[in-house]
């Protein structure tokens, strides 16, 4: 198990080195001098000199990378050019809000999507399944955005249950009750996610329930409510489990434009108003941060998987 | 061909709902084509005195806050729909596929590849796609673009995935022992068996690149706000949801169905092809 | 002989209600005895003990006939609603010992889980290892702990009969359990079958396309052919003296040792599919010795003074007719 931790590791910060390549050069690619492209037309060569030398321009391309990927791994991720405040400090304030959000969804997504999925498998080709099943596809094919506005439509304007935009902090007056503004936009964006995990638990539910074992099972004699919940499930479950890194990168690029919608204090909006700003560092320490915690995620699921099936060889 | 065509119509009309499906995607094809004569207004026809109009006489799914005719813009916004979707089709079938059996014919090559693959995956696919805006500038044509490069990588990867397969076969095995190029093993063995679960592959990316595009969109960074796309329509009606919520429905419901058209195409040339690829080819 | 713990009569299976896969097979098991079910694949017998099981896959369904365990008819019960019935004294043992654990559970947990259904008054771990002495699992302590992967294919068949025998069974069906194993491990598992069968005076059905197997274990044989018996009987006098041309013929494909001749005798032909049985003696395209008579209507059955059994106009080694 060591070992393999420490190659998976290894595998994920190569990944992470490369990734912040990406996201460094980014700044370079921009057509034009980004400074005036953050600056606008009627800036003044001084200001330009400044943030030049701010953004550490000046020096040789490959310097630039060593002294922006050094100070990120100490913490600093540099200046906002439009709040003027450090980069992280910018993430931080919408920290709060996207955690939650996802958490939330998670939430929706494990609570809806298993338990219909199982629904499915166990009324295979009856109405229900078919039923459930034609819905999780229309579901996946529904844009988020759309979504979030006939929920703000329906439960916000017409019949007034939850508000229809923003989100005090849980430690601001209100406390806990403030999440109630999270409620739509957590169940727009679990919409599309919770379908793909039905569909996922529905197909390796039916995969398992023609494995042998089930049969052997059956044949003890056992009720079939627990060969679907011990046998099956079970097993079932593995597979969904590994979906849940691919499930939680969808969950950020949808958060992105829920954020906006429900206009949330989040870091996906952050990143939308960084882009219509020019905010370039804001921009890429956002991005190297989600990178992060994408990989760091899928990090945890391999684990975990391989901890839940004693069949994959550790060493 | 009479047989070929039943070989196709047959299984679809066992599925009622993937012929319904079928038939949607059809209609946008004619409107697509047939804008100008399907369509009683011109997309950008403004009407000041017939602003925001509930679905009725004359226009049938109503006016937006210019007085444009909604039946009209959703019309025309089909030529969009489509334009991004075979765009981004076409961009990722063609990056992807050389990528793919590439680095399955050289695995050397394929190591780097397939970890520059890896590295794009990394990034959330709407961010990608962001990033990419930026650097390009706002416009159809990086939207495609933009799109595109996200499902390079998933196209990569199953076209590796299923080029790997396919060579470690016994008859592409044996050709090659037997002294046959590499271009007559791409050629003859690998490119088509390749085309069914490209098909599915093909079907799945552009039921996705609606839902991207729209996302772009309604982020005002997809097509240009003039541009008539079923986003900017949706973008464009956010405000007025409470006064006109029919401007909310039709756009959103055409980006609905052609993707959920899409998807069901897409499931059901999945469930017709060999089980061996099925696993690989998905979401 | 004692009254049969397991009698099969007239039993159909068919696909959707139309097509039978079994057609109108009876047989019958008693205690201490092992009858060998031998057929080419796809004869209809591992169908057969499916449906004794109460097992069949949902697109199968038993259409006519019973099954009785006992004095209880089980026809259409599934195993769970044997054991609520109080009837549930049957189990099996499957062919794939690789696929029919479960991965993810221990061998412990998946033995026990089978004595808590059938034997509520024991000690599930107490009872656990002694079945695993049982069937000569070494150091069953520490093989309860452990999972399916890490023990070798004969290991896990064992672990299936353990399985099996935590049910009590009074009989024990076992579909082609040696077929997936190596040859000396392939000696010892039908070795403890024996053993097990005779110590514990269980009924044994036996099911297997290989006559050599039979010929070591079974003490009756009946021969499946096209979803229907051919032919039944004790296991000296059938391969002594065959009756039926079909099972001569399953015979005359058996590797010879003493013959020189390296082309083993095989039957022309090939066996017809389900739904696609011919009238009359479904062999009949296939037989040497067919006549008109054998194309249409009731095969008779004939009988001999040694128990022996055929569904057969013109039998072998009985030059008169019935």
Not at chain 1, 87 to 113: K, P, R, Y
Not at chain 1, 193 to 200: D, F, S, V, W
Not at chain 3, 297 to 311: D, K, L, S, W
């Amino acid at each position: 198990m060591g070992r393999y931790i420490i190659r998976r590791t290894g595998a994920a910060i190569a990944t992470l080195i490369a990734a912040s390549i990406v996201i460094f050069a980014f700044i370079h690619l921009i057509p034009g001098d980004p400074v005036y492209v953050m600056l606008g037309d009627g800036a003044t060569p001084e200001q330009v000199a400044a943030l030049r030398q701010r953004l550490g321009l000046d020096e040789p391309v490959i310097a630039q990378y060593f002294i922006w990927a050094g100070n990120a791994l100490q913490g600093d991720l540099g200046q906002s050019v439009f709040f003027e405040t450090p980069v992280t400090q910018v993430i931080a304030d919408g920290a709060e809000t996207s955690i939650l959000l996802a958490l939330i969804t998670m939430v929706w997504i494990i609570a809806f999507g298993i338990p219909v999925g199982v629904l499915a498998a166990i009324r295979q080709g009856k109405w229900v399944d078919q039923g459930l099943s034609g819905l999780a596809m229309l579901l996946a094919s529904v844009p988020t955005f759309w979504v979030g506005l006939y929920l703000i439509l329906i439960f916000a304007v017409g019949l007034g249950w939850f508000p229809s935009s923003g989100y005090p902090s849980i430690f601001e007056e209100g406390g806990l009750s403030n999440l109630r503004y999270l409620v739509l936009p957590s169940l727009a964006l679990a919409a599309p996610n919770a379908a793909l995990i039905l569909r996922l638990t529905r197909a390796s539910m039916l995969d398992v329930s023609r494995e042998d074992y089930v049969r052997t099972a059956r044949a003890k004699g056992i009720r079939p409510s627990r060969v679907v919940v011990r046998h099956i499930l079970r097993n079932a479950l593995l597979a969904v489990v590994s979906a849940f890194g691919f499930t939680f990168a969808a969950l950020i690029s949808e958060a992105v434009v829920t954020e906006t919608v429900f206009a949330l204090p989040g870091v996906g909006r952050t990143v939308v108003q960084s882009i219509l700003r020019r905010d370039y560092p804001v921009i890429q320490g956002v991005i190297l941060i989600i990178v992060c915690l994408y990989l760091v995620i899928n990090l945890l699921v391999d684990l975990s998987y391989r901890m839940l099936d004693p069949r994959v060889e550790l060493e | 061909m009479i047989d070929i065509l039943r070989h196709w119509t047959r299984p679809i009309a066992a599925r009622p709902l993937v012929s319904i499906g079928a038939a949607f995607l059809a209609v946008i094809v004619m409107f697509a084509i047939f804008a100008p004569w399907i369509a009683p207004f011109g997309p950008d026809e403004i009407d000041p005195v017939n602003r925001l109009l509930p679905p009725g006489d004359g226009h049938l799914m109503g006016t937006d806050h210019f007085g444009r005719d909604t039946f009209s813009r959703v019309v025309y916004g089909s030529r969009l729909a489509l334009l991004i979707g075979v765009g981004v089709v076409a961009f990722a079938l063609a990056s992807g596929v050389p990528i793919g059996v590439l680095s399955a014919l050289y695995p050397k090559l394929g190591t780097v590849l397939m970890r520059m693959v890896d590295v794009l995956m990394s990034f959330p696919s709407l961010l990608l796609a962001l990033g990419l805006i930026v650097i390009l500038g706002q416009g159809v044509f990086n939207a495609i673009l933009a799109i595109g490069l996200i499902y390079l990588t998933t196209t990569a990867r199953i076209v590796y995935g299923v080029a790997l397969r396919l060579r470690a076969e016994p008859y592409v095995e044996a050709a090659r022992s037997m002294g046959a190029g590499t271009w007559w093993v791409v050629t003859r063995h690998i490119l088509p068996n390749m085309i069914s679960p490209l098909m599915v592959q093909a079907s799945f990316v552009f039921a996705f690149a609606q839902l991207g595009a729209a996302a772009l969109d309604f982020l005002g960074l997809g097509a240009p706000p003039d541009v008539p796309s079923w986003g900017n329509m949706l973008a464009e009606s956010r405000i007025y949801i409470t006064r006109a919520s029919w401007l909310l429905l039709w756009p959103g419901l055409m980006i609905v169905l052609t993707a959920f058209s899409l998807n069901l195409v897409g499931d059901w040339l999945r469930d017709r092809m060999d089980p061996r690829f099925r696993e690989m080819v998905g979401k | 002989m004692s009254a049969p713990i397991l009698s099969v009569d007239d039993l159909v299976v068919s696909v959707a209600r139309t097509v039978d896969i079994v057609r109108g097979v009876s047989f019958d098991i008693a205690p201490g005895e092992i009858l060998g079910l031998v057929g080419e694949s796809g004869c209809g017998k591992s169908m057969t003990s499916l449906a004794a099981m109460g097992l069949l896959p949902p697109a199968l369904a038993v259409s006519r006939g019973s099954i009785r365990l006992g004095e209880t008819d089980v026809t259409r019960l599934a195993p769970h609603e044997r054991v609520e019935q109080g009837c549930g004294r049957i189990a099996m043992v499957f062919q794939e010992p690789m696929t029919s654990l479960n991965p993810v559970l221990r061998i412990g947990d998946q033995i026990e889980e089978a004595i808590r259904v059938h034997d509520p008054d024991v000690v599930p771990a107490e009872r656990a290892r002694e079945l695993l002495d049982l069937v000569r699992i070494p150091d069953a302590e520490h093989q309860l702990s452990a999972f399916p992967h890490e023990l070798s294919g004969g290991m896990r068949q064992r672990v299936m009969i353990a399985i099996a025998l935590a049910c009590r069974p009074s009989v024990l069906i076992a579909d082609e359990p040696t077929t997936a194993l190596d040859v000396t491990v392939q000696r010892q598992v039908l070795g403890l079958i024996r053993e097990l069968c005779d110590t514990l005076d269980m009924g044994v059905l036996f099911i297997t396309h290989d006559l050599g197997v039979v010929a070591q274990l079974a003490d009756r044989v009946a021969v499946m052919y096209a979803g229907g018996l051919v032919e039944t009987g004790d296991v000296v006098p059938l391969f002594g003296q065959p009756l039926h041309p079909y099972t001569a013929g399953l015979m005359g494909c058996l590797p010879d040792p003493e013959s020189d001749d390296p082309l083993l005798a095989t039957i022309p032909g090939s066996a017809p599919r389900p739904g696609g049985v011919p009238d009359g003696c479904p062999f009949a395209p296939r037989c040497p010795r067919v006549q008109d008579v054998c194309r249409r209507g009731v095969v008779p059955v004939i009988h001999t003074e040694t128990g022996q059994a055929a569904r057969c106009h013109f039998p072998l080694n009985r030059e008169v007719a019935p």
